[in-house]
């Protein structure tokens, strides 16, 4: 019993506390417990396989998911424990881990995964430290998933046509929306840096601060719910598909890394202020796996069609200083600063996955000592395109990786190639508008 938890639910009139859990999507999944429940410690439990369910709401029937479907105890962090605030009635949430009956974390659930990437770290008496950079649209209500998103209408009563890139007045259109989402953040704790409105119209970016992957990686996660949420109460759509409208940018999750030692200094960086050689494994490793954990990057068939030269947005592991061309980027900055930018991950990426793939190869190229490519000059879309052109190309590399198992662990890889393949399944029974346009009167 936690006698102050207790008192605190009490004095406030909390009803409910969302158990929460990212499933493999990043879709917060749980239970709504009472309150008084919750300070009790009372014990919750969930089915195994939810962690894993598709986006269609499927489950795989892979023989790695027992047929028993057992149950996994939920155990909340109770550092994420905060008051909802865009709930009508007083009303809490907290992140949770998902922990075998038998105590270990539960290989299935990506917040699972992340941890066990950060253990290696640890066993070395390192640490990595991220820090995001979550691009999304604000569409208006779509009734009828048939027809296109469209930008919904501002303060003007007109909607936005677009070059308003890094525009302020842009940024304040919408800005009932605004205001709400940002009393959000400060209430979840989310460590906000910087807002832009981005080259899409009415698509906008915001850099979380760079932190403990953990945590910046809930922070992330709560930021997508909080952000639908919000939107949903403005007659609005939050979205995070990496390509949400044709003709317009994709959307992106840049990630920042770095990684310090014991006394809390960068490892990429020598004593004189130079580049070490563990930046350079680090960026090695990334080269020489990245494509085989592509799928965890680009998990949806929509993420492939944001891969295009001139876009800003990367189509290989080509690495520069400073280059926005090339998909790992080294930005200018001090020396106890020195990070690499994954430009990869779509912004449809589970934030606790992508962030766990990038940290597992960074560590496995400096444990392997391995040397990256040249750094590039000029423009990186003259390079050949070396990533995956389709999720079915992504899927493959992926199940013929000798790699993945070991960097993401095997029973999730082989969970998450069987759902993804489910998913691309459904995908197939759709009959998409291009077919319609073209193939029925020509064929």
Not at 10 to 20: F, K, M, P, Q, S
Not at 233 to 259: D, I, R, T, Y
Request: hydrophobic residues 40%; charged residues 20%.
């Amino acid at each position: 019993m936690n006698a102050e938890l207790a008192e605190r639910f009490l004095r406030e009139g909390v009803r409910d506390v969302e158990c929460l859990f990212p499933d493999v999507s990043g879709y917060p999944r749980g239970k709504l417990m009472p309150a008084a429940s919750f300070a009790k410690g009372n014990e919750l439990r969930i089915a195994q396989a939810i962690p894993m369910q598709c986006v269609t709401g499927e489950y795989s029937y892979d023989p790695i998911f027992p047929d028993e479907d057992p149950d996994v105890r939920l155990l909340p962090d109770l550092r994420t424990l905060k008051r909802v605030p865009w709930s009508s009635v007083p009303r809490y949430l907290a992140v949770h881990d998902c922990v075998e009956l038998s105590g270990e974390l539960c290989a299935f659930a990506p917040r699972s995964v992340l941890k066990l990437v950060l253990a290696r770290y640890a066993e070395l008496g390192l640490s990595a430290v991220v820090a995001p950079e979550i691009e999304f649209y604000l569409t208006a209500a779509n009734l009828d998933p048939a027809q296109p998103l469209q930008p919904p209408k501002g303060r003007g009563g007109r909607a936005e046509v677009g070059q308003s890139a890094f525009s302020l007045n842009m940024l304040n259109e919408l800005a009932p929306f605004w205001d709400e989402f940002h009393a959000a953040l400060d209430a979840l704790g989310i460590g906000g840096d910087t807002w832009i409105h981005e080259v899409g119209t009415t698509q906008y970016e915001i850099n979380l601060m760079h932190g403990d992957p953990l945590a910046v990686a809930d922070q992330a996660f709560l930021f997508k719910y909080a952000a639908k949420e919000i939107a949903l109460k403005h007659g609005l759509n939050a979205v995070f598909m990496a390509k949400p409208m044709a003709g317009e940018a994709g959307s992106s999750m840049h990630l920042h890394q770095s990684v310090v030692d014991a006394d809390g200094q960068n490892i990429f960086t020598l004593a004189d202020g130079s580049a070490s050689e563990r930046f350079l494994h680090y960026i090695g490793g990334l080269q020489a796996y990245t494509r085989e954990l592509m799928l965890i990057y680009a998990p949806t068939v929509n993420a492939y069609r944001r891969y295009v030269s001139g876009s800003q947005a990367p189509i290989n592991l080509e690495w520069g200083y400073d280059n926005r061309t090339a998909g790992l980027r080294v930005p200018n900055s001090s020396p106890a600063a020195r990070r690499v930018e994954n430009r990869i991950a779509g912004a449809d990426a589970n934030p606790y996955l992508a962030i766990a793939a990038t940290l597992a190869a960074g560590l496995a190229g400096m444990q392997e000592k391995l040397s990256p490519s040249a750094p590039i000059t000029g423009n990186g879309y003259d390079h050949a395109h070396g990533l995956a052109r389709t999720f079915v190309e992504a899927h493959a590399q992926m199940a013929q990786s000798s790699s993945a198992a070991r960097l993401m662990g095997a029973d999730f890889v082989r969970a998450y190639l069987s759902v993804k393949g489910l998913e691309y399944d459904s995908y197939l029974r759709e009959i998409s508008a291009w077919e319609r346009r073209y193939l029925l009167p020509q064929v």
